[in-house]
């Protein structure tokens, strides 16, 4: 997906010995734009409950964006106290893909099978922002999400991904995972223009305010880094390219990652909300609708903030 000269190859090669570049799905993962020959709805099960971020706010955001795209959204939420955590399990396998709104406790072993089985047998994954802090010793969500942040990550997590000479390469230099600086505005650089997820949409963009994470590291295999934004030093971040939005293949089942959507501002973000869009269809069929780009989406030098109608879902307290 992502382009280098062989002279950049080699020099990364010679210069990063201990680096290796990072293994990109085989080329048969589906990367065309298709029409999708159904029209049914797809079927979403957004996952909340507990995050150390306003999920009360954020999911009824998320139920707009995607209820208004066409889906179907289901909300499973965890209730407050261990017998709810013990108890919680959710029916991953009656829908098309799964959207974690969640960074709390570890779920049961017999619901991190489901969700291993929903994925692996073919099922969508679909990730927000503090979502990826979330289980830091689950190893297939580790393997699922490519790469996370906070929860004690570090080099034993798994490389960070950085990009040089043109490639994303897993870099395994020590260090904690998972940081970010002031909140700003900032502008997304598109990588991968051909995957489905990002096909036709302007390849640079600026976002709303939110949160740059950066220092992201996991163990960041059969990624694909869709788009990044540098994290400037004087406004607290790494001072490096970081990745923002991916997509992964984990066993028969794909993945779209956005680092992005700190808060209801951040997700007000047209192009959050497109690309949110299309990683979820892309992530349930592993194709996206052939569309235009909306025109409010946002240019490089301005950013484009959407107010939403108040989703159906329920706005909890
Ligand atoms: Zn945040």
Known sequence: MLTSSTAALALGALC??????????????????????????????IVDGRNNHAWRATTPVLRAILERAGCAVEVATLREGDEALATFRPEFSKHQVVLSNYNGPTWSADTRRDLESFVGGGGGLVVVHAADNAFPEWKEWNEMIGVGGWGNRDEKSGPYLRLREGRWIADPTPGSGGSHGAQHEFVLTHHAVEHPILRGLPKRWKHTQDEL?????????????????????????????????????????????SALGHSVISMQCAGFQETLVRGVEWAATGAVRERATPEDFPSAEKSSARELEPAKGEVKK
């Open 16 to 45: 990063c010995a201990a680096l290796t570049w990072v293994q990109e799905p085989a080329p048969s993962a589906p990367s065309t734009v298709v029409a999708t020959k159904s029209s049914a709805p797809l079927r979403v099960l």
């Open 213 to 257: 994470y950066d220092r992201l590291r996991g163990p960041a295999q059969n990624v694909t880094v869709l788009a990044s934004a540098f994290a400037p030093k004087e406004l607290g971040g790494s001072g490096e390219e970081e990745p923002l939005l991916f997509a992964l293949t984990w066993k028969k089942g794909r993945v779209f990652h």
